[in-house]
């Protein structure tokens, strides 16, 4: 079995071997203990990442700009800057690949949770909380926020905890949308999520999106993720304040979104629509729109105007399936805490 010496030897020969001379040198020198050097390294790497789309970056350069997260991290730490070398590692996590992943696991944990609770929790930040969670709930303030003709048209069905053979049966086959209620009660992350103390306590100094691994163990993969021997392919966390919004976009793979906290208001465009919303031209961003939905332009885009849509305002504890290819709406309400899980089907029921 290589040891970690060993997969950062290799790793250093195959950059070296794509030409990263300048960064195998810093690289070096960060090992030694050069924070200067160790910056530049992560800068090389973070600017290699960006050099194309994500899909053509070799995969040795995302190691390699983990390798550079993690000696910063390792020096920042050294001199007592917790908050710089855990953002580190997060931003590793976050955008390297998999060879350190462990190495960073282990990092993190080596960090703890230092102070990020300290303070925590003051009457005022409580209730300032509390009622940060529970807003949204006047459906005509909620109505001047959102784009025109919102929730006067077709809203998203709604099912009670079906079974997986009903959901495959009605929904997934069919790709409709649907949203599932009393799915996700069991999850300790419906009572934990709302205790600001615990969330600062373990979430307070991280960087999102990394599934920071106490709240993981808050939540479940839901049996509907599972159809058409579905494989996940990420699993991700969004938290945000009130009014944050999620502009028109779709991505290819099925999705369960799981509302844990707050409210949301979404809607959803079939694939057929795509003309009419007018996908951006550059292939970095195609499957976004240029329509704004909030400000729309119905002279520069025409189309729009009439097509037809579903929405819903999702509530705690709502699981809202989005079909692949469908585009999305989304306005946080309130705050939000909601957790999304896609999936990739290898084969159909």
Same mark, same amino acid.
Not at 14 to 35: C, Y
């Given at each position: 079995?290589?040891?970690?010496?060993?997969?950062?030897?290799?790793?250093?020969?195959?950059?070296?071997?794509?030409?990263?001379?300048?960064?195998?040198?810093?690289?070096?020198?960060?090992?030694?203990?050069?924070?200067?050097?160790?910056?530049?390294?992560?800068?090389?790497?973070?600017? #290699?990442?960006?050099?194309?789309?994500?899909?053509?970056?070799?995969?040795?350069?995302?190691?390699?700009?983990?390798?550079? +997260?993690?000696?910063?991290?390792?020096?920042?730490?050294?001199?007592?800057?917790?908050?710089?070398?855990?953002?580190?590692?997060?931003?590793?996590?976050?955008?390297?690949?998999?060879?350190?992943?462990?190495?960073?696991?282990?990092?993190?944990?080596?960090?703890?949770?230092?102070?990020?609770?300290?303070?925590?929790?003051?009457?005022?930040?409580?209730?300032?909380?509390?009622?940060?969670?529970?807003?949204?709930?006047?459906?005509?303030?909620?109505?001047?926020?959102?784009?025109?003709?919102?929730?006067? +048209?077709?809203?998203?069905?709604?099912?009670?905890?079906?079974?997986?053979?009903?959901?495959?049966?009605?929904?997934?086959? +069919?790709?409709?949308?649907?949203?599932?209620?009393?799915?996700?009660?069991?999850?300790?992350?419906?009572?934990?999520?709302?205790?600001?103390?615990?969330?600062?306590?373990?979430?307070?100094?991280?960087?999102?999106?990394?599934?920071?691994?106490?709240?993981?163990?808050?939540?479940?993969?839901?049996?509907? +993720?599972?159809?058409?021997?579905?494989?996940? #392919?990420?699993?991700?966390?969004?938290?945000?304040?009130?009014?944050?919004?999620?502009?028109?976009?779709?991505?290819?793979?099925?999705?369960?979104?799981? #509302?844990?906290?707050?409210?949301?208001?979404?809607?959803?465009?079939?694939?057929?629509?795509?003309?009419?919303?007018?996908?951006?031209?550059?292939?970095?961003?195609?499957?976004?729109?240029?329509?704004?939905?909030?400000?729309?332009?119905?002279?520069?885009?025409?189309?729009?105007?009439?097509?037809?849509?579903?929405?819903?305002?999702?509530?705690?504890?709502?699981?809202?399936?989005?079909?692949?290819?469908?585009?999305?709406?989304?306005?946080?309400?309130?705050?939000?805490?909601?957790?999304?899980?896609?999936?990739?089907?290898?084969?159909?029921?």
């Amino acid at each position: 079995m290589a040891t970690g010496g060993d997969k950062r030897a290799a790793l250093l020969r195959q950059i070296t071997e794509e030409g990263g001379f300048a960064f195998v040198a810093s690289a070096e020198k960060a090992a030694a203990g050069d924070l200067r050097a160790a910056e530049a390294a992560r800068e090389m790497a973070w600017e #290699q990442l960006h050099s194309a789309p994500r899909a053509e970056v070799g995969a040795a350069w995302r190691d390699a700009y983990a390798l550079a +997260c993690l000696h910063v991290a390792g020096l920042r730490a050294a001199v007592g800057d917790r908050r710089a070398a855990l953002r580190a590692l997060d931003m590793g996590l976050i955008m390297g690949g998999d060879l350190l992943r462990a190495e960073l696991d282990a990092a993190v944990a080596g960090l703890g949770h230092g102070d990020a609770g300290a303070g925590a929790g003051a009457d005022g930040d409580v209730q300032r909380w509390e009622e940060g969670i529970a807003g949204g709930r006047d459906l005509a303030d909620v109505l001047q926020l959102l784009p025109v003709n919102s929730l006067s +048209c077709k809203q998203i069905e709604r099912r009670s905890c079906i079974s997986l053979e009903a959901f495959i049966r009605d929904y997934f086959l +069919c790709e409709s949308p649907v949203i599932l209620s009393g799915c996700i009660d069991h999850w300790p992350a419906r009572k934990k999520w709302k205790d600001i103390k615990y969330l600062e306590s373990v979430a307070g100094d991280r960087t999102i999106p990394v599934q920071i691994k106490e709240l993981h163990e808050d939540i479940a993969v839901p049996e509907y +993720c599972s159809a058409g021997g579905g494989k996940l #392919q990420s699993l991700n966390a969004w938290f945000g304040p009130h009014g944050t919004i999620t502009p028109l976009h779709h991505d290819p793979h099925h999705n369960l979104f799981a #509302q844990v906290l707050g409210r949301k208001y979404v809607r959803l465009y079939p694939a057929s629509t795509s003309v009419g919303l007018y996908p951006n031209t550059e292939s970095m961003l195609s499957n976004t729109s240029e329509v704004d939905l909030d400000n729309t332009d119905g002279k520069e885009y025409p189309e729009t105007a009439a097509l037809e849509f579903v929405d819903c305002v999702l509530e705690e504890g709502d699981l809202l399936y989005i079909p692949p290819k469908w585009w999305r709406y989304v306005r946080s309400l309130s705050i939000s805490f909601s957790v999304s899980f896609r999936w990739r089907t290898s084969q159909l029921p």
